[in-house]
């Protein structure tokens, strides 16, 4: 399946989602390099909210760039097969290699504002990510490494905990909550 069929047949469980995923599937038609970095408008990236096996805490990394604890992802580089970008970014961005999604479906949609930044000496201007999120269960006895080029550490944070540590209010207040909450869902699901 497409990835523009995928976005399209998610079900929105909010209007941040309703609205960003409509935008998502207006600028694929109109924008064929959608999946490129090299686009400076807009590209899409994945992440992935990582749960331990109780589904009490969510894996994160204090990112470089953003200077505060996040979720782990990163860009498609091209690639229209997210759940393995998403795969590869959580076995480099925190040595887990042993995870297993919760489900296979997208998790969630977000478009994300990204600020004008320097990496690796160049200058990146603003612009923004359509990100789509899976959702992936891991070992939280397994070890755990720190991607120096990405970040500055890696950490197993209860979700009261993953709230409080990011920086950035508005991925905690309308992304991190939301994702807590729809594990809380399927956790209260599957305990049924």
């Not at 393995?84 to 042993?98: D, M, P």
Request: hydrophobic share 40%; glycine share 4%.
């Amino acid at each position: 399946m497409s990835l523009f069929q995928e976005i399209k047949d998610y079900i929105p469980v909010n209007q941040q989602e309703e609205y960003d995923k409509k935008l998502m599937l207006q600028y694929m038609m109109h924008s064929p390099d959608y999946l490129d970095r090299k686009n400076q408008i807009a590209h899409f990236t994945t992440s992935i909210w990582t749960v331990n096996q109780e589904r009490t805490k969510t894996l994160m990394v204090y990112h470089n760039i953003y200077d505060s604890w996040s979720w782990i992802g990163g860009h498609a580089d091209g690639s229209e097969d997210l759940r393995a970008v998403a795969q590869r970014e959580l076995w480099e961005e925190t040595g887990i290699k042993n995870s297993a999604f919760v489900c296979p479906d997208i998790f969630s949609l977000e478009i994300l504002t990204v600020n004008g930044h320097i990496k690796k000496g160049v200058y990146i201007p603003s612009h923004l990510h359509f990100n789509v999120t899976y959702l992936a269960e891991a070992d939280e006895k397994d070890g755990l490494i720190v991607n120096e080029a990405e970040n500055q550490a890696v950490k197993w944070w209860t979700f009261e905990d993953a709230l409080r540590m990011p920086k950035e209010p508005w991925l905690v207040e309308h992304i991190y909550k939301k994702l807590n909450s729809k594990v809380m869902r399927i956790k209260n699901k599957e305990l049924s």
